[in-house]
């Protein structure tokens, strides 16, 4: 059933729910949306026997509200987790969330806020805090912002390829010949609330992820076999720092999972929360 939530600003927030049972909130990452994301509905789909599920498009994307890159970061954050917050209370006033890539690191900040989260399972979320991979230059949010507001998403979206996601600069250029490029730049607004949910978490620094250590729900975070090791090493740095963690890597998988073998690790752990 496709449905509408009003956030605690006044913005719609564009939502499906499916199934019965305990719910499950699925929190997507950087650019994803429900239409664009078949892992979602795949999974969504699959886990309908034994959850309500939840997916929403975050606000600036999809059917979704629009999102307001000027707003500074605290801002950004709070209205994105007043979004969730709308979600459980959809769902009956708690859920489990299942938050993939930075849409994890907003499970994180969720529960930080002190909604009625019963527990999380977190996919890869981005963080850089090791010699893996260079950090983020100084001034990222603040430069998205820049582009956006001179006109530039192409130039955001760039930037975030390089800079956030790590791709190789010689692999970014030409994305932006691509026909789907003018549909991410209809997304980008969006990107500079997404760099305010990772806050610091991509400065190298293995200290920025001590704020999560008072995150005591229980927690299942996952990585892939396959990923590349900075995604591998900020999941078990993660897992090191929160007081309830069960840290998996699922054999064989990169940064875009195979839906099956993710709804197998969930329905292995979840159903204990």
Not at 185 to 205: K, W, Y
Not at 248 to 273: F, I, N, S
Request: with cysteine; glycine share 10%.
């Amino acid at each position: 059933m496709n449905d509408t939530v009003t956030s605690a600003d006044g913005t719609p927030i564009a939502c499906t729910v499916i199934g019965s049972g305990p719910a499950l909130v699925v929190v997507n990452g950087a650019l994803a949306h429900r239409d664009s994301h078949p892992t979602e509905g795949i999974l969504a789909r699959s886990l309908t026997d034994r959850h309500t599920v939840i997916t929403y498009d975050r606000r600036g994307r999809g059917a979704s509200g629009p999102a307001d890159p000027a707003l500074p970061a605290a801002d950004a954050v709070a209205a994105e987790i007043a979004d969730v917050a709308a979600l459980i209370d959809l769902a009956g006033g708690k859920a489990a969330v299942l938050g993939l890539s930075s849409g994890a690191v907003l499970a994180l900040e969720a529960v930080r806020a002190g909604l009625p989260i019963t527990a999380l399972t977190l996919w890869e979320p981005p963080f850089v805090v090791d010699e893996a991979r260079p950090p983020l230059g100084p001034g990222y949010r603040e430069r998205l912002q820049r582009a956006l507001a001179e006109g530039r998403p192409g130039d955001a979206l760039a930037q975030f390829f390089a800079e956030a996601a790590g791709f190789p600069a010689e692999a970014v250029a030409p994305m932006r010949a691509e026909p789907f490029w003018a549909g991410m730049e209809r997304l980008a607004p969006s990107l500079a609330h997404d760099a305010a949910v990772m806050g610091a978490t991509q400065s190298g620094d293995p200290a920025a992820l001590d704020r999560f250590a008072g995150v005591g729900v229980p927690a299942l975070v996952m990585y892939g076999g396959a990923s590349r090791p900075w995604l591998a090493g900020a999941a078990t740095a993660l897992a090191a720092v929160l007081p309830d963690a069960t840290l998996r890597e699922l054999p064989g998988q990169d940064h875009d999972v195979a839906p099956d073998l993710l709804m197998t690790a969930l329905t292995t752990w979840l159903p204990a929360y």
